[in-house]
């Protein structure tokens, strides 16, 4: 099986992990902007961070045979400082456009404060100006009601459902966003999000219909292999196949390929790899042999 991690903290993993995950039969990912475990002090780091997601990370990804896309935004937490939030805002669209961007993200509710409201609407007003699809975090505490917030405020602001994609669900906000038509993704993060055992369940109790199963990997305590694993668990529980190819690959497919950014039929190829190349001078390698796999010679 082939598997799409539609939500995962690139910049937090070592390549080690681009290496186990491509070995685990993951094709796909998107790295939504987030916060760093510390507060940035200057609109300058944002946007060497912004550069990063679509240089530095899709060249690293690429170098395992893994599609690296991005989601750009202001996250919740960073939107309280508000003067640097504004700064961040204004800067961007210059990054919000770029090729391989698939969304605005992500974006949300952390403390539901009145700063975290402007930063949302302002960027909900973005993305439905240029027909983006949003990625949405939803708020460790308070979650039934950041998350009927948050479905009611992009409702405001004019995002068609069909392009919102809710992240962090659990039992108590998967039936409301379902029902509002969006997507529903599942973070499958140990101990404080959502468990494999738990995500069977939920597939087996509303089915597999715009339900996404993502790894939120990051610098905590995490999984980047958290969606084949889950895979397999739901296959061993008896979920049927299609229910897991869909909550695994193809749900986040269809979302995310509304942005006009992916191109499918490369995406379902063999990928190409060449590790003799270099990213501003600089290589994924220290010294080992390149892999060199060109499927269309093979």
Known sequence: MMFFDPHIHMSSRTTDDYQAMAAAGIRA???PAFWMGQPRTNVGSFIDYFS?????EKFRASQFGIAHYCAMGLNSKEANDEGLAREVLDILPQFALKESVVAIGEIGYDEITPAE?????WQLKF??????????????RDKKNGVLRSLDVAAEMGVPMHKVVIDHNNEETVRAVLDRGAWAAFT???NTKMGSERMVEIVREYGPERIIVDSSADWGVSD???????????????????????????NALDAYAQSGQIDIEQLLAAPA???????SDNSVLRGQAPLVLDPVKN
């Open 52 to 56: 990063s997601l679509v240089g530095w």
């Open 29 to 31: 990912v998107i790295e």
């Open 117 to 121: 409201d402007f930063a949302y609407q």
């Open 127 to 140: 993305a439905c100006d240029h027909d983006m699809v949003v990625m949405v975090h939803t708020p460790h």
């Open 273 to 279: 790899i060449d590790q003799r190349a270099l990213f």
């Open 224 to 250: 980047p292999l958290s969606v084949p694993k889950t895979a397999k668990l739901m296959l061993e529980r008896g979920i049927d196949p299609e229910a897991v190819r869909l909550t695994t690959w193809q």
């Open 188 to 190: 499958i993060y140990p």
